[in-house]
């Protein structure tokens, strides 16, 4: 099986509540971040994105929150399901001339029924 | 169906082996990595191309190879210099310019060396 995801902090949250799932960045020129959902075995999967000129912003059930002065990311996702159950990562984009991200480690979500 | 497809899914390797992933994407995308993922870290990136026939090292470029003769293509080869080539290994693509620094993600090769 899938092995990725050993070792990571993990958020466990019962069904219907709302989950919060946080990032520290690394640089503070980075002026865009995206967060990632991946599930077991498979590629990571776009969630959704914010540039550091925004420190909010909404998509389906989901809102990104960004705060430049302690270099923070946060994921809220409304009404959790079992089907949001995975890791989270969050992605930053240090240099759009480089095209490079620098990738957080991850937090799992549990979503207890 | 568009999208970026990486084979196989599951790969076994000899010690001593080289052997190539591929990564393939019709999005029409010009830049392209290679990341590799460990448990309990973040990706760690091996080579990325951002235009035909152009490609930079990443941080982990040592052991690997790769090479970018067409746009929907970016193969990766990990040689027998590879000290712990064991991972999951990701590719994925975004478009250069037109205001988006979105990456897309393929699904992945898991690699055992055995």
């Known amino acids: 099986g899938e092995s990725v995801g050993l070792h990571l902090p993990t958020l466990s949250v019962q069904e219907g509540d709302n989950s919060i799932i946080n990032c520290a960045y690394s640089?503070?020129?980075?002026?865009?971040f995206i967060w990632y959902k991946q599930e077991s075995g498979k590629g990571p999967q776009f969630i959704i994105d914010?540039?550091?000129?925004?420190d909010k912003r909404q998509g389906q059930r989901v809102t990104v929150l960004l705060n430049k002065t302690v270099k923070h990311l946060s994921l809220q996702i409304a009404a959790t399901q079992p089907g949001d159950s995975a890791v989270y990562f969050c992605?930053?984009?240090?240099?759009?001339?480089?095209?490079?991200?620098?990738f957080g480690t991850g937090t799992r979500l549990k979503v207890l029924a | 169906d568009g999208g970026i497809t990486q084979s196989p899914k599951y790969l076994f390797r000899k010690e001593g082996q080289n052997v190539t992933l591929s990564c393939e994407q019709n999005?029409?995308?010009?830049?392209m990595y290679w990341y590799r993922q460990d448990p309990g870290q973040g990706l760690r990136l091996i080579y990325y191309?951002?235009?035909?026939?152009?490609?930079q090292k990443g941080d982990i470029a040592e052991g690997y190879s790769v090479s970018r003769e067409k746009k929907e293509s970016f193969p990766l080869t990990v040689t027998s210099a590879q000290k712990n080539p064991t991972a999951f290994y990701l590719c994925?693509?975004?478009?250069?310019?037109?205001?988006?620094?979105?990456?897309?993600f393929g699904p992945g090769t898991r690699l055992t060396v055995l």
């Open positions: 999005l029409n995308h010009d830049a």
């Open positions: 191309s951002q235009i035909v026939n152009d490609f």
């Open positions: 992605a930053e984009n240090m240099d759009s001339g480089t095209y490079k991200y620098i």
């Open positions: 914010i540039r550091s000129n925004m």
């Open positions: 640089n503070s020129a980075s002026d865009y």
């Open positions: 994925a693509s975004r478009p250069r310019g037109g205001g988006t620094d979105t990456q897309y």
